[in-house]
């Protein structure tokens, strides 16, 4: 069947009315850090972080799984110069037993870190936004921007309240 021009005007203006109306899906499309997740993945078992939320920004770097940056703010490591408190967001793309520690300040591996900490579980792939969470130990100062040293540590290093997400 053909229709006429007016006919197919009516039943076009018809259907985009109709696709106004209806309801909208609550499906979300994919985050950045979503597609950053898959092409991050690929290089496998190591922490990155990005200098604003979602993934976003400027890359700062990443580290493999067992090291640890002890001072994102000087010239050696992985994470150098402008990389310290300059996080915003952050990834871990190591397997669920795998936890990276965030510390506020820079240090040394005999520190106490009392001036904040946070963990990254391997499973929960990244956090699109630092702001949301605080230091264990330090919860009155926000992790966004604060990330100073990091390092690969056990389970029993982190208590439950000091994973971020």
Same mark, same amino acid.
């Given at each position: ?8 005007? /009516? ?13 909208? &899906?609550?499906?979300?499309?994919? &985050? $950045? ?8 993945? /690929? ?7 990005? %200098? ?14 067992? &090291? ?20 915003? %967001? ?6 669920? %037993?795998?936890? $990276? ?21 391997? %499973? ?18 926000? $992790? ?14 982190? &208590? ?6």
């Amino acid at each position: 069947m053909r229709l006429r021009k007016p006919a197919t005007m /009516a039943l076009t203006v018809g259907l985009a009315f109709l696709g106004l109306s209806l309801p909208t &899906t609550t499906a979300q499309a994919a &985050t $950045v850090c979503d597609n950053m997740y898959d092409y991050y993945n /690929a290089r496998g078992n190591h922490v990155h972080a990005w %200098s604003e939320p979602n993934c976003g920004g400027t890359w700062l770097g990443d580290a493999a799984q067992g &090291t640890a940056d002890w001072n994102w703010g000087d010239s050696t490591g992985d994470f150098t110069g402008g990389d310290d408190n300059n996080a915003e %967001s952050v990834m871990n793309t190591a397997s669920s %037993s795998s936890i $990276v520690a965030f510390y506020r300040l820079a240090g040394d591996p005999a520190g106490t870190w009392d001036d904040g900490y946070v963990c990254l579980k391997g %499973s929960e792939l990244y956090v699109d936004g630092l702001a949301r969470n605080n230091f264990e130990n330090r919860r009155d100062l926000s $992790v966004d921007n604060r990330i100073s040293a990091h390092q690969w540590v056990t389970p029993s290093a982190c &208590t439950d309240y000091s994973y971020i997400s």
